[in-house]
């Protein structure tokens, strides 16, 4: 089972910084079979980014995301304040599998 | 509107059965499929299997394997998730959700219910 494992688990910025998150995973991954979600407090998970870099429906552009073989990484270009919330990477190339999540925090 | 909507809170004992349901609406539903991920409390999203409504061909994580069956109903636009026996350690937050593409389980999930919370106490 391929193990994704994301950093930093915390990550503690201010509303207009740039947040970089990182997904590594235990072997290689197609760059088509990488997920980004975002998870705020009682609420259901909403995807962001699908095939590494492309940005699901309805998500701003400050959300993107690259990366290839076992590095992906998620990059928000300036945080607004709706963006403090727990991110997710996932692989559904062999079956799926879930990082352990990187809360993004205010400083 | 797209929307998966799930069934209730439950509150169970150790060693009862529990169907848990997802139902699905303003799409073709047999046409994407399914999955169920848990979180348990205070932790981070654990994808247990995934689940074709229209053949029913169903795929398992390996951690969930045994322990969990997941089924669907196409004729009521429903999937399920239940347990046989229980356990306390079942306590947790489920949720379904569609993969994006149809007919492949690719391109993430891009639809979710609203979760169904499961605690499990004597």
């Known amino acids: 089972e391929i193990v994704l494992t994301q950093s930093p688990g915390t990550l503690s910025l201010s509303p207009g910084e740039r947040a970089t998150l990182s997904c590594r995973a235990s072997?290689?991954?197609?760059?088509?079979?990488l997920a980004w979600y975002q998870q705020k407090p009682g609420q259901a998970p909403r995807l962001l980014i699908y095939?590494?870099?492309s940005r699901a429906t309805g998500i701003p552009d400050r959300f993107s995301g690259s990366g290839s073989g076992a590095d992906f990484t998620l990059i928000i270009s300036r945080l607004e304040p709706e963006d403090f919330a727990v991110y997710y990477c996932?692989?559904?190339?062999?079956?799926?599998?879930f990082g352990g999540g990187t809360k993004v925090e205010i400083k | 509107e797209v929307q998966l909507v799930q069934s209730g809170a439950e509150v169970k004992k150790p060693g009862e059965s529990l169907k848990i349901s997802c139902k699905g609406s303003?799409?073709?539903?047999?046409?994407?499929?399914i999955g169920w991920v848990r979180q348990m409390p205070g932790k981070g999203l654990e994808w247990m299997g995934i689940?074709?409504?229209?053949?029913?061909?169903?795929r398992y994580s390996p951690s969930f394997q045994g322990q969990v069956t997941i089924s669907a109903d196409k004729s009521i636009s429903t999937a399920y998730l239940q347990w046989s026996s229980l356990k306390a350690s079942d306590t947790a937050t489920f949720f379904c959700?569609?993969?994006?593409?149809?007919?492949?389980?690719?391109?993430?999930?891009?639809?979710w219910g609203q979760g169904t919370t499961v605690t499990v106490s004597s």
């Open positions: 996932q692989q559904y190339g062999r079956s799926f599998t």
């Open positions: 095939g590494a870099s």
């Open positions: 689940i074709y409504p229209n053949d029913s061909d169903t």
């Open positions: 303003g799409y073709s539903f047999t046409s994407y499929w």
């Open positions: 959700a569609r993969c994006q593409l149809p007919y492949f389980p690719y391109y993430g999930m891009d639809v």
């Open positions: 072997q290689s991954v197609s760059s088509s079979d």
